[in-house]
Nanobody, 126 residues
């Protein structure tokens, strides 16, 4: 059974940093594209960043380019999202997702996923 568990969320001041983790189990991790998505109150879920099976290809939303970095450690079945220079508008529940038969670009563009985690809340506020 494909499972994803996010961690690392919390309250941070504007300009601060957080690192989110997504631990996977129940499937062949390096066969799946992994993505981070977020949903703010009253808004639709949006793609933040996606990473290819081997980690060589990534995709970022324009709003986070230069501030967020996605990475994965296939030996640990874990994907990370390093978030720097956080802004209040980054406040949202952050979800990770996994999908087998698609590209990095398609996963982020169409929010394709075979499985979703339950999310971790990130609050950016002074």
């Amino acid at each position: 059974q494909l499972q994803l568990v996010e961690s690392g969320g919390g309250l941070v001041q504007p300009g601060g940093s957080l690192r989110l983790s997504c631990a996977a189990s129940g499937f062949t991790f390096n066969s799946y594209v992994i993505g981070w998505f977020r949903q703010a109150p009253g808004k639709e879920r949006e793609a933040v960043s996606c990473i290819s099976r081997g980690g060589s290809s990534t995709n970022y939303a324009d709003s986070v380019k230069g501030r967020f970095t996605i990475s994965r450690d296939n030996a640990k079945n874990t994907v990370y999202l390093q978030m720097n220079s956080l802004k209040p508008e980054d406040t949202a529940v952050y979800y990770c997702a996994a999908v087998g038969l698609t590209t990095v670009q398609a996963m982020c563009a169409y929010k394709r996923a075979d499985s979703w985690g339950k999310g971790t809340l990130v609050t950016v506020s002074s």
